[in-house]
């Protein structure tokens, strides 16, 4: 595609659902990174792939979290049993090379929690 | 822990001012600093710098590194509505991930 594409645009759920959050990167870019963005804050870093491999999870701030991408193309960012501090907007960014420095960031999901 | 931490957070100006946006970093190993203009979510990038003094130009903004004193500025002359964003800086350190700043919010009044 012409850029990085995030579905949904915006989320709305309830305390305790689950939610998937979809990333379609630039065709043919290895690399695939997730953020989360507070109101008011930068980006954090959750997690980097390259290809299939999930190379750095470090970020992801507990193990409701999870993430992956098991063709090496889209990814999906699950948050398991949400809560309201996960309110926030998810980028998703993808790259050629394998640098960060060379991301291409999506429009993101704005996920608010009630 | 790197860190990054840009001022102002929040900037008022009129068109036809000129800014200057500051971010200083703290990194064990750093790699790259870059410059992003953030407006309604995507980030968009503006400026990659690695090397100290050289100036990155694009239009009416500019950006410059100083790796001696670890700070980066972000100008932007002849300001138009249009500017008004989310400024954000990130250093790129060692493995994948950039680290972000705050951002500074720019609002450029007609």
């Known amino acids: 595609g012409a850029g990085v594409s995030q579905s949904p645009r915006y989320k709305v759920a309830k305390r305790g659902q689950d939610v998937a959050l979809r990333c379609d990167p630039i065709s043919g870019h290895v690399s695939l990174f997730w953020y989360q963005q507070a109101l008011g804050q930068g980006p954090e870093f959750l997690t980097y792939?390259?290809?299939?491999?999930?190379?750095?999870k470090s970020g992801l701030p507990s193990d409701r979290f999870f993430a992956e991408r098991p063709e090496g193309s889209v990814s999906t960012l699950k948050i398991q049993r949400t809560q309201q501090e996960d309110s926030a907007v998810y980028l998703c960014a993808s790259s050629l090379v394998g640098l960060s420095t060379e991301a291409f960031f999506g429009q993101g999901t704005r996920l608010t929690v009630v | 822990e790197d860190k990054v931490v840009q001022s102002p957070l929040s900037l008022v100006v009129h068109e036809g001012d000129t800014v200057t946006l500051n971010c200083s970093y703290e990194?064990?190993?750093?790699?790259?600093l870059l410059w992003y203009k953030q407006e309604k979510k995507a980030p968009t990038f503006l400026f990659m710098l690695?090397?100290?003094?050289i100036e990155k130009k694009s239009g009416r903004l500019s950006s410059i590194l100083d790796k001696k004193e670890l700070f980066s500025i972000l100008n932007i002359t002849a300001t138009q509505t249009g500017d008004s964003a989310i400024y954000l800086c990130a250093e790129g350190t060692s493995g994948s991930r950039l680290t972000f700043g705050e951002g500074t919010q720019l609002t450029v009044n007609p």
């Open positions: 990194v064990t190993n750093f790699r790259s």
């Open positions: 690695t090397s100290s003094g």
């Open positions: 792939f390259q290809n299939e491999a999930q190379l750095d």
